[in-house]
């Protein structure tokens, strides 16, 4: 079943691929399909969880802590696009990889932090520097993401799902 699904998510892609071969490798463009409809899979449930699950009021823990409603959307949200962009990058955009999937899994992990930290890091950037901050925060959010994005792409490709040689 799994291998079904595998081959339906590859053919759609490698279909829609096709138009933008000659200038765009496959790999390439499956990792813009996969983190692309992850990304978007991130937003629907972070406002799901936001406007109907948590009806935009914080939750509370114990009588002691609370988080606020957005935080835990985000939490929510990435609970599930976490697994879901491992599982994509695995067996979608990278099958070729030889590590073991727990060593993979754990790089995932190490990179998804990294790639967190910067983006919070470019929008305090962004936010801070006088002539930065003239540029809206849409379009300097949408650079951000350009730049993780490339980013992290170039780092899953040559450590998270890198192939070993042969023995």
């Known amino acids: 079943m799994f291998s079904v699904a595998r081959n339906i998510i590859v053919g759609t892609i490698d279909f829609f691929h096709r138009p933008f071969a000659r200038w765009i490798p496959v790999q390439t463009f499956r990792y813009l399909a996969c983190g692309g ?3 978007v899979l991130n937003i629907v449930i972070y406002s ?3 406007n109907f699950i948590l009806h935009k009021e914080d939750f ?3 009588a002691l802590m ?6 835990m959307a985000y939490i929510i949200a990435f609970s599930i696009s976490f697994p879901m962009g491992f599982v994509l990058s ?3 955009v990278f099958p070729e990889s030889n590590l073991h999937g727990r060593v993979q899994l754990f790089r995932y992990g190490l990179t998804t ?3 967190n930290v910067i983006t919070y890091l470019m929008i305090k950037l962004f936010d ?3 002539f930065l901050h003239m540029i ?3 379009i300097s959010y949408v650079f951000i993401t350009l730049f993780v994005s490339a980013l992290s792409y170039v780092l899953q490709r040559v450590y998270t799902f890198k192939t070993h040689p042969a023995e």
Do not use: K, Q
Not at 66 to 71: C, D, G, P, Q
């Open 128 to 130: 801070g520097v006088y």
């Open 90 to 92: 695995r067996h979608i």
């Open 113 to 115: 932090v990294l790639f």
């Open 48 to 50: 799901i969880s936001l």
């Open 66 to 71: 609370t988080i606020t409603a957005r935080v």
């Open 136 to 138: 809206p925060p849409t």
């Open 37 to 39: 409809s992850n990304a």
């Open 60 to 62: 509370r823990i114990a």
